[in-house]
């Protein structure tokens, strides 16, 4: 168990000169990246009257929870994860409806279709699991909490409304998780569809299509007609080959939960996605905090399983709390294993919250560039015109030294939504506001992510603060 002295400064709220200074005081010459064991952190933690516990760290160190690395002959290939986004109303839905019914065969039609999160579609005996919650939203919460489950994603644009704001978030949000993009250019059917105009909105934001040029494959589609369906279902298999999506289906199983809820009837109710490995009932398993052992699976048509392989999307009964979406379950050796795991989370994630303010904000830049922690400054734009949140993301990208690269991961217009400090959080971005306020959802989500929103009048005035952040030269707020 072992932690860095700036990691212990910061987890105590000191500067890192106040931890060394104590260090010498117990005969330990120690400089800001050496590192402290438990023991002594613990001792000065005490010392400081921090009420805390410093616990062994890493998620390995938990007994029962080692993950083997998968030895590079067990590895086969597994089928892709796709998540759909886009604008309101271009077509999410409609487009997972129609590609669920292309693959519905004649004896499930009749039945009733049980939803649970994920369905799986199958094509000449390939397979691809598409999550059922569209939009970048959803994608970026999971990632915020750690857990990337989409391995390619489609971007839906209606070819008669063209690139929209929440496109471009789409596109940005995509772009950090650095998610391969396939464009499903939509509503071909209507008679003022133009798909040009989308290519050519689309090579203004970075993405240039194959007939421009470019390597972004785009399909036009007509999701309300069923028209070439069938050919974005096969340019995702082959996007699904060049990834080369591998799984080992002869191990423990480990995935994310992408639903969760309490069911009257059945008790704590997951929707999974197993990752690697085979999930089988009857398995210990630990998700998120809570455990249990899995007593019933359900798929996605909403039948019955015993066992559910790599990139299956399954139902789990048999927990014993409802775990969140963007949790992480973990088959273990034994129930009693399982039970001590989830003690041992819990812990983790009450000092995980302790630390959440290790986020970058502007205050203390300096010190994170100092220590080695920051090589790049992650910035979110949002403005009230097209113009100035264009005009500041240039004057920023300029700010960029030979410490640190300053990059405008998203920049659009309108007031700063959670969908902006969810990105800022998934990317360790901070988050710059030009005569626009965050909505009040947005603002109490950045506190409790820890997530540094600042909103200016003047461009000037922003500038100025992130060079002096940069140069240590930032007066703290008050
Ligand atoms: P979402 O908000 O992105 O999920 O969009 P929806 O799937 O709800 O679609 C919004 C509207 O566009 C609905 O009225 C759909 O019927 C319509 N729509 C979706 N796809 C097509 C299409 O290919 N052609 C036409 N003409 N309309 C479509």
Redesign the pocket.
Known sequence: GILTVSELAKLLGKTPAEIITSLIKKGIMATINQEVDIDTANEIAFECGCEIEVEAEEEEEIEGLEIEEDKEEDLVYRSPIVTVM????????????SIRNTNVTEKEAGGITQHIGASVVNISGKKITFLDT?GHEAFTSMRARGAQVTDIAIL?V?ADDGIMPQTVEAINHAKAAQVPIIVAI?????PAANPDRVKQELSEHGLLVEDWGGDIISVP?????N?NIDTLLEMILLVAEMEELKANPNRKATGIVIEGELDKGRGPVATVVVQNGTLKVGDPVVVGSTYGKVRAMLDDKGKNVKKAGPATPVEILGLSDVPQAGDQFIVVGSDKIARSVSEKRKDKIRAAQMKASQKVSLDDLFQQMQEGAVKELNVIIKADVQGSAQAVKQAFEKLSDEEVAVKVIHGGVGAITESDVMLASASNAIIIGFNVRPVSGAKSLAERESVDVRTYRIIYDAIEDVKDAMTGMLEPEF
């Open positions: 886009g604008h309101v109303d271009h077509g999410k839905t409609t487009l997972l409806d569209p839906i209606a939509n509503k071909i059917d209507k589609v007509s999701a309300k007609q028209e």
